[in-house]
């Protein structure tokens, strides 16, 4: 077992000179640069989606005043005279994305719950799978459901109307869309908090529901909220349910079986026209664009923020 | 009584294996001493405002094998460390004064670090192979660094001198972490040995295996020294006593900050230690 | 003062009462997304399953709702998914890599790893919006597939970026320490070592970014996809439709027959999402046998 001396023996290491300085290596720094431009893709692609949408919103906001624009009450871009409040957009958006969340978010916090503090380990094994098909599933198979089913089997039977498009039955299938999205992030919130939190109050007497009500689930609070503020972000720039099954005509209301455009499925439905570029028509759909972008971003920002608060804490 | 045990432990060894020449000469005069291996010269290193070692002096004699020991957190791991460069990484490391190997400054300016690592070979406290095959574990060193000749007979050069050819030849295909603990240590040592280090490093290669192994490895520690200068770091006194030719012991000061508090041939260091200090520590009045 | 024995039992009764109504409600929800998607699929199949023949996978849409196929669809959606494969996977990772390895860490990284976990959150359509302005008009590239491609790469770059640093970052430190000991500089370690064991994880995050491109549908027709459709793109450049809005056509239109249609393209689309996922979890499993040796 000696070390073979360097002279004899045919294979060895490549023979070294003396400790020397740094040679002018091209290769790392080259493999540093690249990956550094990769990197450098995702904050172009914010400055464009800025810059695009800022400059046909201006282009736009200097033929149309920004009273009339928000404080507007109709929305007729293609007649003449053209009226630009997007208001009935707006609501419509907002009509949909609350009923939706009040749909999905106790649901999907229910399921999480389950999950976390209730089901059996076979159980989970089923659920969560289901929940991540769910979440998978394409937003014009959902649309098509809603259109398909949800109008006629649940809604027009249950409230008796005639209507095939209404706020309602969208914004019931968005909320199915929405459940998986809280329902894993809220778990994960709540799977975060310590055990020890739930021994000690187990220890004191508590009851399982207890325990999940008065303790687990305020400790993950700040979490869960992420994860609602998430799910409506998620169903304000929802597109193809909405293009399908909630209406194409803006409709300021807040009657859920009444017929509504989003701001999303007026944007789908002015790219299928045939609309002029250049022209203010066109423009409608940055300046429509703008809106629910910094709608989503704001409460992105806000639900980000809450999520780093809250893993500061527990991770 | 402690002291005694160490004391027998030492004079035992020395009665078993043949001791050379090296160890007999008196290390009291450091001047007598041929050229060290390597060797910190006023060492001190910062983490950020924090100083982990101060003023740290090492001649390390080669091929031999020297241990540092000392209680917990007195910076035996940040001054091993400093010999590979391996604290460059870590955030806030700062280090002033010099480490000479073979008489160049590793920590001068232009010092290519990756150089620097090619010529040290390290094992890690828990063994750390590479998800890979036990072949692909030994030939990824000498693949980097460039080899000539054939590659399977420097695998098999390796594994033979770290005792592992044996269990390992008919299955080297086979995932490394298939091995027990202590074969995988042994196959960190391979892999190490397979880069033809002039240096080896152990930063405690045994605390997280079993007693069996570890008599194994410090077995092989000694084959090693025969052709290696190895220094070693650890935390248990016997296993210096054991295993090394010289003893470096480590304190931590008031400061916090580690410091080089003697460093002598092992046997005077647990029969005769200069300094109290060291005395208390392998009497066990503290540590 | 604690209360009487029989107080108690009787209050202990009420929790467990309102514990047990809450296990109900519990079972209850779960229900509501198991009941969704087993109603979906079971409506879907139904409506859809006798449309499906050779002949519907094999031909071009047409007025005539019995003569209506989905090959331009599929041909379609196939050439995107490669191409948006080709520019999202490269940059992706790389970004993943570099931020993961390579990146100081400063506030310039954290500023980009902010970035992409907003990119994440936008909505598809505003990218439509970005890919309209962008590739289509700026870079002259017209209606083409190129163009969709490059939107839908832009759209699904943070979840191969966030899924990618996932898997960098359970990568053991120890084999990092090990690579740099050897005398492996960066890219060698990087490349060499990490990469292959984060390699299942990675591979699990491009098909799950490549499975939400198959199914998105505004951003595409922003860009123009069209509705109508009586060809196979033949190169880049080309006019194209793919699955979901060649559905969503179909499913815009009242006569039964196409409705039939679009039920029967979504279960195309199943099918394809579900072989897509399949694969995935085969190479996974596979490329951890091969690790663990």
């Known amino acids: 077992m000696d070390r073979v001396n360097s002279m004899s023996g045919a294979s060895r290491i490549k023979p070294r000179g003396a400790l020397g300085t740094k040679r002018r290596d091209w290769r790392e720094p080259a493999v540093h640069g690249v990956l550094l431009l990769c990197a450098l893709v995702s904050i172009l692609t914010t400055f464009a989606i800025v810059a695009t949408l800022l400059e046909e919103t201006i282009a736009f906001f200097e033929e149309v005043s920004l009273a009339e624009f928000f404080g507007g009450t109709t929305w007729t871009p293609n007649f003449t005279p053209a009226s630009y409040g997007v208001l009935p957009l707006l609501a419509g958006t907002m009509l949909i994305a609350g009923l939706a969340a009040l749909f999905a978010l106790p649901i999907g916090l229910i399921t999480a719950v389950f999950l976390s503090e209730y089901a059996p380990a076979w159980l989970r094994s089923i659920l969560k799978p289901l929940l991540e098909v769910l979440a998978g599933i394409p937003t014009v198979v959902l649309g098509f459901f809603a259109l398909t089913f949800v109008s006629p089997e649940i809604v027009r039977p249950l409230f008796g109307t005639s209507q095939i498009f209404s706020a309602l039955s969208a914004s019931i299938v968005v909320g199915i869309m929405v459940i998986p999205l809280v329902s894993s992030l809220s778990e994960d919130a709540l799977t975060a908090v310590p055990r020890a939190l739930r021994d000690g109050a187990y220890a004191l007497g508590a009851t399982r529901f207890e325990v999940a009500r008065r303790v687990v689930v305020p400790a993950a609070l700040s979490g869960i909220v992420a994860s609602f503020l998430l799910a409506v972000s998620r169903a304000v720039g929802e597109t193809m349910i909405v293009a399908l099954a909630a209406g194409g005509t803006p409709n300021l209301t807040y009657d859920p079986l009444e017929a509504v455009q989003t701001m999303t499925a007026y944007i789908v439905q002015v790219s299928l026209g045939d609309t002029a570029q250049g022209s203010i028509e066109f423009r409608t759909i940055f300046a429509v664009g703008m809106t629910l972008f910094l709608m989503t971003l704001v409460m992105n920002v806000i639900s980000q923020y809450l999520l780093s608060k809250f893993r500061e804490v527990y991770e | ?287 | 003062m604690i209360r009487s024995d029989q107080a108690l039992r009787r209050r202990l009764r009420a929790r467990r009462g309102a514990g047990l109504a809450f296990a109900v409600v519990c079972l209850a929800a779960a229900g509501v997304s198991i009941g969704a998607l087993s109603i979906l699929l079971l409506d879907v199949t139904l409506d859809g399953a006798g449309r499906l023949s050779w002949d519907f996978v094999n031909s071009f849409p047409s007025r005539k709702p019995e003569d209506a196929g989905i090959k331009a669809a599929l041909w379609g959606t196939i050439w995107m998914m490669v191409l948006t494969a080709a520019f999202a996977v490269p940059i992706g990772l790389g970004a993943a890599i570099y931020l993961e390895e390579y990146a100081p860490r400063n506030w310039f990284t954290r500023v980009i790893q902010v970035n992409i976990a907003n990119l994440a959150g936008v909505p598809s359509i505003v990218y439509g919006l970005l890919g309209l302005a962008l590739f289509v008009r700026a870079m002259d590239l017209n209606r083409s597939v190129l163009a969709g491609s490059l939107t839908m790469a832009l759209l699904v770059l943070p979840i191969i970026i966030i899924a990618a640093q996932e898997a960098l970052r359970a990568v053991p430190g120890s084999i990092r320490d090990a690579a740099y000991a050897l005398g492996a500089s960066r890219s060698q370690m990087v490349f060499y070592q990490v990469v292959p064991v984060a390699m299942p994880g990675m591979m699990t995050g491009i098909i799950l970014a490549l499975s939400r491109a198959i199914g998105e549908t505004a951003p595409l027709i922003m860009i123009g996809a069209l509705l109508f459709v009586p060809f196979t793109p033949s190169d880049p450049l080309d006019r194209f439709t793919v699955l979901p809005i060649q559905i969503f056509n179909w499913a815009s239109r009242p006569q039964a027959g196409f409705q039939e249609n679009a039920a029967a393209g979504i279960l195309v689309l199943l099918v394809v999402l579900l072989t897509m996922d399949s694969v995935a979890i085969v190479l996974r499993n596979r490329f951890q046998r091969t690790h663990k040796g």
């Open chain 2, 1 to 287: 009584m402690i002291r005694e045990n160490l004391a027998r432990v030492v004079e035992s060894r020395d009665l078993v294996t043949p001791s050379e020449p090296q160890t007999q000469v008196d290390r009291q005069n450091r001047e007598d001493v041929a050229e060290p291996f390597v060797e910190a010269i006023d060492l001190s290193v910062f983490y950020g405002a924090f100083q982990a070692l101060k003023n740290v002096h090492l001649q390390v004699p080669s091929t031999e094998i020297t241990a540092i020991i000392g209680p917990s957190g007195c910076g035996k791991s940040t001054l091993i460390r400093c010999f590979n460069r391996m604290n460059d990484s870590i955030p806030g490391f700062r280090a002033e004064g010099q480490v000479l190997f073979r008489g160049r400054d590793i920590y001068a300016r232009g010092i290519d670090v990756v150089d620097v690592r090619r010529r040290i070979g390290m094992v890690f406290q828990k063994p750390n192979p590479f998800p890979k095959s036990i072949y692909e574990n030994v030939a990824f060193g000498p693949r980097i660094n460039g080899y000539e000749g054939r590659l399977q007979e420097i695998v098999e050069r390796a594994l033979r001198q770290a005792a592992l050819w044996d269990e390992v030849k008919d299955k080297l295909k086979q995932s490394a972490l298939a091995l027990s603990g202590g074969q995988q240590q042994r196959l960190c040592i391979a892999r190490a040995l397979a880069i033809e280090p002039d240096l080896i490093l152990m930063d405690e290669p045994c605390s997280a295996l079993d007693p069996v192994a570890t008599l194994k490895i410090e077995d092989l520690m000694r084959e090693l020294a025969r052709d290696y200068t190895i220094i070693i770091v650890t935390h248990n006194m016997q296993q210096a006593a054991r295993v090394s030719d010289s003893t470096a012991v480590m304190m931590m000061s008031e400061s916090r900050a580690g410091e080089l508090i003697e460093f002598a041939p092992t046997k005077e260091v647990f029969t005769n230690p200069r300094n109290k200090q060291t005395e208390d520590y392998i009497t066990g009045r503290f540590g």
